[in-house]
Every structure is written in C-alpha cells, then in structure tokens.
C-alpha cells in the first residue's frame, strides 16, 4: 500500500505564501509524475501544477509565475511554492501521484490540505 502525506496548508492574507509539501511512503518502485490539484468548494478539482520523474513541469495559466513545483526523487516528496497569492487560490490543494509497483502504475490522492488567502 503508499500513501501521500500533505502537509503546509493554512491561512494567509493575500499577497502573502505557503509552501505545500507531500511525501509518499510503502512499497514503491519509482514515482512517475506528480501532481498538485485543488478544488474550491462548488467547483470542480482542477490540475494546477505537475512534474516529471524527470523534473519537466507544467503548470495551470491562472498559477503560471507565481507557483513553483518541485521534487525529490530520492525522499519520494513533491513540494508546491506558491508565492503572491490570491483569495481565488482559496481551495483544498491534493498531492496526486502515478506509482510503479512491479510492473503496474497505480493512481494515489493524497488526503487534501485546506490552503485559505484573505483579502
């Protein structure tokens, strides 16, 4: 079995930052791509940041400059650095990765961490 670990949610005012981290423990063989969701309430979860085993990233239009997604593939974690932030940033925030376990690819959430900006 893995399981991903949020950690770094929180209240900010706008402007301001948080750093979201998530670790991944069981039986892994390597972690393909990682990602970072959220969704607000009444919204669908949306994709807002992902990363290669291979350190290529991507990211949603509306986080572009202002968040950064990283990764250490030895401590299997997966960070997300997001700076200037915005009331509409205002979501739950999930850490979802694509694990080899033998020969297959599995799909884990993580269980969401609470991120809140004030205006």
């Known amino acids: 079995q893995v399981q991903l670990v949020e950690s770094g949610g929180g209240l900010v005012q706008a402007g301001g930052s948080l750093r979201l981290s998530c670790a991944a423990s069981?039986?892994?063989?390597?972690?393909?791509?990682m990602n970072w969701y959220r969704q607000a309430p009444g919204k669908q979860r949306e994709l807002v940041a992902a990363?290669?085993?291979?350190?290529?990233?991507n990211y949603a239009d509306s986080v572009k400059g202002r968040f950064t997604i990283s990764r250490d593939n030895a401590k299997n974690t997966v960070s997300l650095q997001m700076n200037s932030l915005k009331s509409d940033d205002t979501a739950v925030y999930y850490c979802?990765?694509?694990?080899?376990?033998?020969?297959?690819?599995?799909?884990?959430w993580g269980q969401g961490t609470q991120v809140t900006v004030s205006s």
């Open positions: 979802n990765a694509f694990v080899e376990i033998g020969i297959h690819e599995y799909d884990y």
């Open positions: 069981g039986s892994i063989f390597s972690i393909n791509t």
């Open positions: 990363i290669t085993s291979a350190g290529d990233t």
